[in-house]
């Protein structure tokens, strides 16, 4: 017997003959997702992630996660005894926190995720910045220690794993020419991983809706943005301050060519699905030129 | 600004949640298609399955049409001034008759079709069954004159043109050995393609909402049927005497291998969306086991 | 035992030592042959030129054949009580004559040449110029009905059905931009195909030996035709009138790269091999310099 | 203007006609010929065999050419003073007669046939039976000293000279497991070659026309043979003395599965185009069932 | 000017002479190298094996390293303040401990040596057992904690990565079929990493020089060693007990087909190429058959 | 048990170590090996150098041999009766001559050469220069009779044999473009062999420890030569006699593009693997520019 549904069988025949185009359109493309921080905490949200990035994939996206996870990153250096600041947002990072970063992002996060995909049957494989020097870079300001800014990416071990159907998970750390590692900014790394793709969508799930006209007013999301507006938004003031490196990542990405970025809540049941193959659309898109 | 849409985003993401692993189960996949008859003659209905078919074949099903046309030979041969008669249900073909019957199919509405998928910008191919020797078979009885059935069914063509991005567009005309013209009953043409396709799915385009338990209440549709109950229709006789003959070409689908036949009402706008990609299901399936 | 030949053995492998490097020069190469109107009624002469064709195309030469049909679309108008006129050699084509062009051409004439192909073991594959929108083109003069002129030649079927060994038989009917059917004159359509094609040579079998010098001296064919003597021929009134669009067919073609235009008699037994294979040479063949 | 012809256009139509089918069939064949000895010392004859062969590779049969050359050896042997002896037609080998065997055949006629080709625009090359360990033997008698027979035929350098549009041209010298010159009998040779090639055809290119049922009436050729009339006529006696080592290796390629063998007077001009293109056939022909 | 040699030239040419089959028949093999615990701490003797896996992936050998980090974990341990404790050679691995170990080797050992080869120009990536589900395993026994033995070894990523040119450096870190974390014993995982790959070498890289006849002389040596042997060995006690796990791994990576275990001293400089490319021979060499 | 060895394990790993990189260098491209004249005439030396390349091809360099062999010429001429005589180092080549050249070089010594390798288990295939039109040349001067220089070299015959792992030898014979054969100076036709393949080395083996700064000082060998150098030893008349064509072809093949130029004693044990794999260096390098 077949359940009752909440959709009547027509509207569903329409929002389907409504998706199916953007499937279409979408198959072989690629997306670059990063999630990560607080999104990742929350058992239920993450499963539905990664139950609609395995949707996508199933349907010929080829879908790249890249992940931070300061709060992970929190937890071993307050057992380590490691004394923690933050300078403009950043993490300085000694030596002895860099090892802790690296443990907490490569070992540990890295593959949670992973194993998170395989047990809902999807293939995935985690890598560092570090593999196949993924994510070379330098350090930004020797007073933040070991963060890092990304210099080269170099794509060869992403683009094996997706061409094998594979969905790439990759944390953000790297090295150095020297080999030294190096702690980046997950956002800026996702953005050099998109661009070096040449990725046609570049999605940053939050723990927000998208962006707000008003930092204040939780009800002034705005819906498409232009890169215009973003540069005027960060001029004025008008961010979110917790907004600002993901703003200044998605404008790289949208000047380096990708076609889109989205933000999104991450804890949004099914954001990504509405976002890509309905006419809805929730969070923000920013595009390069007003349309 | 965006639209407002008569679903709410969280359930259409639940349609497309559920539609997804369809529509990757399906990819690569041969339905063919019977639509014919009446179901043809309605501008808008035509374009909306033509519409349909085109977002089938968008997300990689294989998509075979096959038609037959009633309608259109029976209003050529009046205006030829051929008397027509018809036996169990079959047109009684004489020499002149079988000769209108090759241009109304062959000539009219199969072109009309392919132009018809043209005109929404896809790429479709008509062929007889003169073509390459697609369909050849042998007189049934000498007194229904050249009325046939196929003993023979080369798909080269058809491959060909799947392979190639096209839609095949099958009118129900072939020809015996010796390369004299024959009409066979569309359905059962149909049938004959799908098996030699190896089609997953065989698709009954109708003017009905599927098979009637009870023929003369049209609130009694089967949603799902076996071989064993349909077989059991036949005997018992309850089935509708118009629809014997397609029931006889889904079972010998059935019988042959193919997985699904679906009877479908053509004028039902999207029935093809909703049967294939939502759990609603409408119209009635028949698979060879009870499921 | 060996049946006794008219040819000696020693002027026989003369015959075939001058034949051989035709053959490899032919291999892989395109030819368009326009047959049609009153060349297909007589059987034994069809089927002699059905066998040639097959043929050149045991050689590797891929065949490609476009046909009208005059005499079939006269008889289906008069026998429908449609009155018919031509102005300047046009057939005035209105709606009703368009379906009765169509269903004689698609319908009858190209579906019983593709099955005389198959009576010989031969494969062939009919085709509309509506098929695939293999002939696009326009209203020439609205006081001509449908008469079309094609302004765009999608040879992707033809190619396809070439690659597959199948030998493409064209019906020359169209449709314009809004899908609505156009007559076509079989002559310049074969031309626009040869041309779309890059054939190597355009080959025009009517049932006279070639183009005259002298249109009312049956001697008079001309062996050897440039483009310049062929446009003084048209501008002196030297050329038959029934001729004139053959010449300008072939002159278009020639002009837009073709190598090699031939006017051969289709009623001469093996006429194409003769003039294809030996030095022999018998009908006309015009080419753009003088050689 | 167009040269008259000997042949009627009609006549020769015919000829074609009847020569192309055989012309498909034979594509991507493999013709193994036997050439030698006195047939190739006439010039204007081995250039007409050079031509006949080419034209043949032209229409897509893979020729390969296996020479003997007694003349040479005769007078290479007499400049350097060796005395020469028979048993039962096989040249005593010693190791001086080798020396001269090989550099005769190998150094000299080998490259002669090599550059006949080349010289009418032909691709061929020279091989003795030593390279690539082609033909690997055992001597048959030591009392004929280093005469010897073929136990192992490796014929990847033929494949490969094929496979790139050579004509590969072997002369009939091979060695021993321990790397010592043999001197082969050609025929024998070239039947080893056809049946590791798996031909089609052996050709026997002789100075004789084909096989005679008394050998000494030049009238009584032999049109077609079977396997068992030509063991016959070795047993009888009724074969000519100098003909039965040529009949034994054709009579091996027969039961090792080549599908004729054609004995053929390499003097004839186009004895090859006759025999292989036209019913007439001249020379004789060798079957493995009566046919 | 070129350097003077300790070798004279003509030594140097045998031992080329002598290596070079060597180099022609490992090209396309796979080797598996266990590399790990103490023999990883020395910069300078890392950095040689690292120079030696780089000459041997440079002729062709498919180079995998599988490591472990006992003495990373144990670091690490202390710092947390997680009390260790082992049960038969085994580290008791609670929650705790299996994170620390998870975060020691996938985290930091793991990238430490990828980052190793990149700094001499090679190309790695590292892995865990839980990418790709690599190494699915399950407890061994419940008062051990998370320490595993793997039940299945999935290595297309690592073909993946072997087909495309990098040296997969995998941790021995796996997961359940729950997708919790297991801590394999190294030699164990390798074993199976070298099974599962169908390898023809699996090298166990220790700070000793192979298997000792008498545990107490580091001069007994056994340079070649039979698998009956070394089960002797095992039974009568005769091994070295931390060698125990050791031999363990190696007897089943022969009796599943693997060709040769060798055991080196990772110490020692290009102890891996002496071992592959001279008949010297130092280490251990264990052989299914007595050779 | 395994062989005492001369060199000390870690030594020859060294020299392994220096050698692999070169390995790695060398595979893919191609060298052409002069060797020739009384180089060959002593079994274990050229057993030697047989096995030396067959080492060189096992590791995948493309090796051409290109011979000469001027001491069997002078033999076979002698046995002839032909009076032979020298101008400025050319054999005056009349017709009988010509005849005994090609008879020598491509009759025995070529045949003789592959059988050598054939012997070792290789695979080896001779050509001459009239095979395929590989060498063709014209006549230097009427007055040395048919000494002639190569003016085209077609390679296609050579590259096959390459790609299909077969060393090809070369007999230093060729045509002219009327196919009459010419007999070329070794070294030259060697140098056009390595210029027409874009070889990265041309290697010529003579009996000497390459190129001698004071042709009376067997001590005095010049380890590496620039072009410029080498062209003031041939103006300063410092250049053996016997040394002038051969480093004129030297100069040739690099003005022309091949990379290094090798004069190596043939008859030095192991001189190839020496020169090539080590850094010790035997004979002299000619390179274009000073290093």
Redesign the interface.
């Given at each position: 017997m077949?359940?009752e549904?909440?959709?009547a069988?027509?509207?569903?025949?329409?929002?389907?003959?409504e998706?199916?185009?953007y499937?279409?359109e979408f198959a072989g493309l690629t997306f670059v997702i990063k999630y990560g921080g607080s999104a990742m905490d929350h058992g239920a949200e993450f499963r539905t992630v990664v139950?609609?990035l395995l949707?996508l994939q199933?349907?010929g996206i080829r879908v790249v996660l890249v992940h931070g996870g300061g709060p992970e990153i929190s937890r071993?250096t307050a057992?380590?005894g490691l004394p923690q600041s933050t300078v403009q947002g950043l993490r300085v990072t000694d030596e002895d926190t860099m090892?802790a970063v690296?443990?907490?992002?490569?070992?540990?996060s890295?593959?949670a995720i992973?194993?998170?995909f395989?047990?809902q049957g999807g293939?995935?494989?985690?890598?560092?910045g570090?593999?196949?020097?993924m994510l070379v870079g330098e350090v930004i300001d020797p007073a933040l220690g070991r963060v890092g800014q990304v210099t080269e990416a170099n794509m060869?071990?992403v683009e094996?794993?997706l061409d094998?159907g594979?969905i790439p998970v990759i944390a953000s750390?790297g090295?150095d020419e020297?080999?030294q590692?190096l702690n980046f900014n997950a956002d800026s790394a996702a953005s050099s991983v998109a661009i070096a793709l040449r990725a046609s969508k570049f999605i940053i799930l939050t723990d927000t809706n998208g962006v707000r006209a008003d930092k204040s007013d939780p009800n002034s999301t705005i819906?498409e943005l232009t890169l215009a507006a973003l540069y005027q938004m960060l001029e004025s003031g008008a961010a979110d301050q917790g907004m600002v490196p993901k703003l200044l990542a998605a404008a790289d990405a949208i000047e380096a060519g990708v076609d889109r970025v989205h933000f999104l809540n991450g804890k949004q049941?099914?954001a990504l699905?509405?976002e890509l193959?309905?006419?809805?659309?929730?969070g923000t898109m920013l595009s390069g030129d007003s349309s």
């Open positions: 077949k359940p549904k909440l959709v069988p027509e509207a569903a025949a329409q929002v389907i003959a998706a199916l185009p499937i279409q139950a609609n949707l199933s349907v071993l057992r380590l090892e690296e443990m907490a992002l490569s070992g540990k890295n593959k992973v194993s998170g395989s047990q293939k995935a494989v985690g890598f560092s570090r593999d196949g020097r060869e071990l094996i794993a094998n594979f750390v090295e020297q080999g590692p819906s049941p099914n699905l509405i193959f309905t006419e809805a659309g929730i």
